[in-house]
């Protein structure tokens, strides 16, 4: 070909690339996808990515306790005038238990003019809500569009979409997610840096591994879903940690905790008591972490048993990210990233014949330790009014709690499945909290005890105690922790008792299979090493597992939940992230091949030995304490 009409045909590519691309241009122009999330502006309404899992992206909350937020705003640009039909993606709550009319209502307005009537208080779903229309009247205008709350009980709005085509976004969660990618995408954008392990959930337990690795020179990528570190120990959730350090074959470790950990003790306190800034000094100090705050990771790719890297979502911008290590650290509690990844899980209760536990069922079940909507009230010098709340659960003289606040015993979805029903369990611990205020201070024989009280903080992070646990090559059970046996590699002592959760027998008689309320049965114990094995999983051969997701039975897990255990079990794969890259090996051959160095390492501590125990609150009871 001569190169003349080489030219031409060059030319006429890049005018049809110009057509094609101004062709997608227009038509996103008329279809204008708006995750809520990223509103520039979000004034009272908070950023829930607890549901990601299920719903595919985070929304906005209106959480007032019974009182409106403030407006939330974002700037759309419109690139073409006309009529645009507008969609909000809404869920009207309090549907699985009342066929009213929902309490979170909210409206939508463009440019200072309601679009439509009330939403989120309408369906028993999540829904695609017809708002109505909105006139722009020139091309290139921007128009103000803001989420404006009427009621401060938890409405809720995903996403706005206006549509000058009259198109309906699909409801099915993989269609939604092809339509999203399709009107609003987002390009994952690799990280070039190349990290030594990549730990996912910023808990006690995924701090402490971060930490530990970083301290034995490991670049270490650090990635939390909230923008605050601690977890259940962070102010939004508010549980006080628990367990002992200075225990076991290793007393070093735990000294980590000493640096980090608040030094008051309370559940349902106080944000300040929580010291989150001094958790966000802890990681800030290391060098050697790069921390990632409000990035859920969302995708695992694998080849040959073996992450290569995860995919990480901002929960607010919806900014995309891919990190890449050899090593991995699913820290979340759920076990998120060994879902993602195809590693081996369970959830629920073994059978007893299955590991021979005398505390099991005779047969498999699906009942999970339950998770925590904390709340508590304060004291005013005038009355306080507080809303009727009344939508399906039905309190009496004899059913209401007469409590100012509720802390770890008030915990619901037992029975239910803690990922795949996740956010109906979170909006019943909101229900409860909410019906039950009401009616103390609005039909209580004895209200005007109540009358001068206001209610001032709910949690809407849930605090879990379990979900999934990660299958390793070594599951401990009931039988090791009451009978001690002992395993060459013994690592973090867990000294909290066999301590697990029940449906409240009278709870149960007022809201039978619909029970908020749990009690704890203990079993008391040696502090018990746990084994390595229990940190790594069987199947996917590069990812460590430390927190509540590790490889234990339901019943040892009532041991291994605690947060300075679970901090403790962290700095163990921390320090054998360290070896497993010095010798090119996965935490397997660590076992098989490496053990005196990690007994050595554990031995030495990365924490400063030189502080004293400062964390001596809520130590819980071991066998030894008895013979005293």
């Given at each position: 070909?001569?190169?003349?009409?080489?030219?031409?045909?060059?030319?006429?590519?890049?005018?049809?690339?110009?057509?094609?691309?101004?062709?997608?241009?227009?038509?996103?122009?008329?279809?204008?996808?708006?995750?809520?999330?990223?509103?520039?502006?979000?004034?009272?309404?908070?950023?829930?990515?607890?549901?990601?899992?299920?719903?595919?992206?985070?929304?906005?909350?209106?959480?007032?306790?019974?009182?409106?937020?403030?407006?939330?705003?974002?700037?759309?640009?419109?690139?073409?005038?006309?009529?645009?039909?507008?969609?909000?993606?809404?869920?009207?709550?309090?549907?699985?238990?009342?066929?009213?009319?929902?309490?979170?209502?909210?409206?939508?307005?463009?440019?200072?003019?309601?679009?439509?009537?009330?939403?989120?208080?309408?369906?028993?779903?999540?829904?695609?809500?017809?708002?109505?229309?909105?006139?722009?009247?020139?091309?290139?205008?921007?128009?103000?569009?803001?989420?404006?709350?009427?009621?401060?009980?938890?409405?809720?709005?995903?996403?706005?979409?206006?549509?000058?085509?009259?198109?309906?976004?699909?409801?099915?969660?993989?269609?939604?997610?092809?339509?999203?990618?399709?009107?609003?995408?987002?390009?994952?954008?690799?990280?070039?840096?190349?990290?030594?392990?990549?730990?996912?959930?910023?808990?006690?337990?995924?701090?402490?591994?971060?930490?530990?690795?970083?301290?034995?020179?490991?670049?270490?990528?650090?990635?939390?879903?909230?923008?605050?570190?601690?977890?259940?120990?962070?102010?939004?959730?508010?549980?006080?940690?628990?367990?002992?350090?200075?225990?076991?074959?290793?007393?070093?470790?735990?000294?980590?905790?000493?640096?980090?950990?608040?030094?008051?003790?309370?559940?349902?306190?106080?944000?300040?008591?929580?010291?989150?800034?001094?958790?966000?000094?802890?990681?800030?100090?290391?060098?050697?972490?790069?921390?990632?705050?409000?990035?859920?990771?969302?995708?695992?790719?694998?080849?040959?048993?073996?992450?290569?890297?995860?995919?990480?979502?901002?929960?607010?911008?919806?900014?995309?990210?891919?990190?890449?290590?050899?090593?991995?650290?699913?820290?979340?509690?759920?076990?998120?990233?060994?879902?993602?990844?195809?590693a081996d899980w369970r959830m629920g209760r073994e059978a007893r014949s299955e590991y021979g536990e005398p505390s099991a069922p005779e047969v498999a079940d699906s009942l999970t330790l339950g998770a925590s909507v904390q709340w508590y009230s304060v004291k005013s010098d005038k009355p306080v009014r507080f809303p009727e709340f009344e939508y399906g659960l039905n309190f009496n003289e004899e059913s209401a709690e007469p409590v100012v606040m509720g802390e770890w015993t008030w915990e619901t979805g037992m029975n239910v499945n803690q990922i795949e029903n996740f956010e109906r369990i979170r909006d019943y611990g909101l229900m409860v909290v909410y019906s039950n205020w009401s009616y103390l201070k609005n039909r209580y024989g004895k209200r005007d005890d109540f009358a001068c009280r206001k209610l001032d903080w709910v949690a809407y992070i849930s605090g879990k105690r379990e979900s999934r646990r990660l299958l390793g090559d070594y599951v401990l059970k009931e039988d090791d922790l009451i009978k001690h046996v002992a395993h060459e590699d013994a690592t973090g002592a867990t000294t909290w008792s066999i301590d697990l959760h029940y449906p409240d027998s009278i709870n149960s008689v007022h809201f039978p299979d619909a029970e908020f309320k749990s009690i704890a049965i203990h079993k008391v114990i040696h502090p018990y090493p746990v084994p390595f094995r229990c940190l790594y999983s069987r199947n996917v051969d590069n990812l460590f597992m430390a927190g509540r997701d590790i490889s234990v039975t339901h019943i040892a897990l009532g041991t291994t939940r605690v947060m300075r255990t679970t901090g403790i079990l962290g700095e163990v794969v921390g320090m054998a992230a360290k070896i497993c890259n010095d010798h090119g090996v996965m935490p397997r051959q660590l076992y098989q091949r490496y053990l005196p160095e990690l007994k050595k390492l554990m031995a030495e501590g990365v924490g400063d030995a030189s502080l004293p125990n400062n964390q001596q609150y809520n130590e819980g009871s071991t066998l030894g304490d008895l013979y005293k």
């Open positions: 070909m001569c190169i003349f009409a080489e030219c031409i045909m060059k030319a006429l590519r890049l005018i049809l690339f110009i057509i094609i691309l101004g062709g997608a241009a227009s038509a996103s122009a008329d279809r204008i996808l708006i995750e809520t999330e990223s509103f520039t502006d979000k004034g009272g309404w908070v950023t829930d990515q607890q549901f990601m899992e299920k719903m595919g992206s985070p929304y906005l909350l209106a959480h007032g306790l019974g009182r409106p937020v403030d407006d939330a705003s974002t700037a759309v640009d419109f690139a073409h005038k006309g009529r645009y039909k507008v969609y909000v993606r809404t869920f009207n709550w309090t549907s699985p238990w009342s066929d009213k009319k929902g309490p979170g209502r909210f409206r939508l307005l463009v440019n200072g003019k309601n679009v439509g009537g009330e939403l989120g208080c309408e369906g028993d779903r999540w829904m695609w809500q017809y708002a109505g229309e909105v006139n722009i009247p020139e091309s290139k205008k921007q128009a103000k569009v803001v989420l404006r709350d009427l009621s401060g009980f938890d409405g809720r709005c995903d996403a706005v979409y206006f549509t000058d085509e009259g198109d309906v976004p699909p409801e099915e969660a993989d269609a939604l997610a092809r339509f999203r990618e399709d009107v609003d995408p987002h390009p994952v954008r690799n990280i070039e840096e190349r990290y030594d392990l990549v730990v996912v959930g910023g808990g006690v337990a995924g701090i402490s591994a971060a930490v530990s690795a970083a301290r034995l020179g490991q670049k270490v990528a650090l990635v939390n879903d909230r923008p605050v570190l601690g977890g259940n120990n962070s102010s939004e959730i508010r549980v006080h940690l628990g367990g002992r350090i200075e225990a076991g074959p290793y007393k070093r470790l735990g000294d980590l905790q000493k640096e980090f950990g608040p030094l008051r003790q309370g559940n349902a306190q106080p944000a300040d008591y929580y010291e989150d800034h001094k958790k966000q000094d802890f990681v800030d100090a290391e060098k050697n972490i790069t921390l990632y705050p409000s990035y859920r990771v969302i995708a695992a790719e694998t080849a040959d048993g073996r992450i290569k890297s995860v995919t990480a979502q901002h929960i607010n911008s919806g900014d995309r990210i891919s990190l890449s290590a050899p090593l991995f650290a699913d820290c979340t509690g759920d076990g998120s990233v060994g879902a993602l990844a195809g």
